[in-house]
């Protein structure tokens, strides 16, 4: 599917992230009881359902009851304490992280592009392309933009943030409803994402692209067949691309037990 140079220009929205960072982001985050005390911490968030079993436990715990109204303040409160990234202190003040990250999430398992929901995520450096012998490649110095991005996602807690996300699971229930979506779950939607996004492949060299009026196509068949989801990630670079792999795998694993 063709993409505009203007979208290449001032920096098309990546996943995540689902991933690339919405993903994580929201994974991340987690409600917590009221501000009558000190802000819980992840390691403090205990749970009906953690039982001992020899050297085992329960990794799953009883979703909390909190509403996706009042979701927004009570997920800030814990964000904080799963990565130190600078960055990523940044991202959570945006509002409507639930429903965000269930947009996000929806439309990445579609195959679709994010961008519209990830308007706080903008990379402003311009996207480059060399020439050699009449033909156009990627400039590599363009995969940079993205560094920033892919260090907060491996920056992430992998453990807590996936026990904040069961924590979480009444208010993305319920911005998965308000999509339109009252009666299917939303967890196969998410593996669904993350398995889309596994399949980016990392490239290693130069990746032609072909130059149209207002678009760029890729001209290897086989990544122009990509969704526009993956697309996303594989403009990344090699590098990130297999930074944010990486970290996903992690997610996939402990999410799917």
């Known amino acids: 599917m063709e993409e505009s140079k203007k979208v290449w220009v001032?920096?098309?929205i990546i996943l995540i992230l689902l991933v690339a960072v919405f993903?994580?982001?929201f994974l991340v985050i987690s409600p917590s009881r009221k501000i009558e005390e000190e802000p819980l911490k992840v390691e403090e968030i205990k749970t009906t359902?953690?039982?001992e079993i020899g050297e085992?436990?329960?990794a799953r715990p009883e979703a909390l009851d909190i509403s996706l109204a009042e979701s927004d303040r009570r997920l800030r409160e814990l964000a904080q304490n799963l990565s130190l990234h600078p960055f990523f202190a940044r991202w959570i003040k945006t509002d409507g992280l639930i429903q965000?990250?269930?947009a996000v999430v929806n439309n990445i398992a579609q195959g679709e592009s994010p961008r519209p929901h990830l308007d706080f995520l903008k990379v402003n450096e311009k996207f480059k392309t060399t020439k050699e012998d009449g033909r156009c490649y990627i400039d590599p110095a363009s995969y940079k933009r993205y560094d920033v991005l892919a260090d907060v996602f491996a920056s992430l807690d992998t453990e807590g943030c996936v026990r904040l996300y069961?924590?979480?699971q009444k208010p993305i229930k319920e911005a998965y409803a308000e999509l339109g979506y009252p009666h299917q779950e939303f967890h196969p939607v998410l593996l669904k994402a993350i398995k889309e996004l596994l399949k980016v492949p990392v490239v290693e060299g130069k990746i032609e692209v072909v130059p149209r009026v207002t678009t760029y196509v890729y001209k290897q068949e086989e990544l122009e067949k990509l969704s526009d989801a993956q697309k996303h990630l594989l403009?990344?670079?090699?590098?990130n691309v297999e930074i944010i792999e990486t970290k996903l795998q992690e997610f996939y694993e402990a999410l799917k037990k």
Not at 235 to 239: A, E, Y
């Open 235 to 239: 403009r990344m670079g090699p590098s």
């Open 49 to 51: 359902a953690e039982t």
């Open 10 to 12: 001032t920096g098309s």
């Open 56 to 58: 085992e436990k329960v």
């Open 23 to 25: 993903l994580i982001y």
């Open 166 to 168: 069961w924590l979480f």
């Open 100 to 102: 965000r990250f269930v």
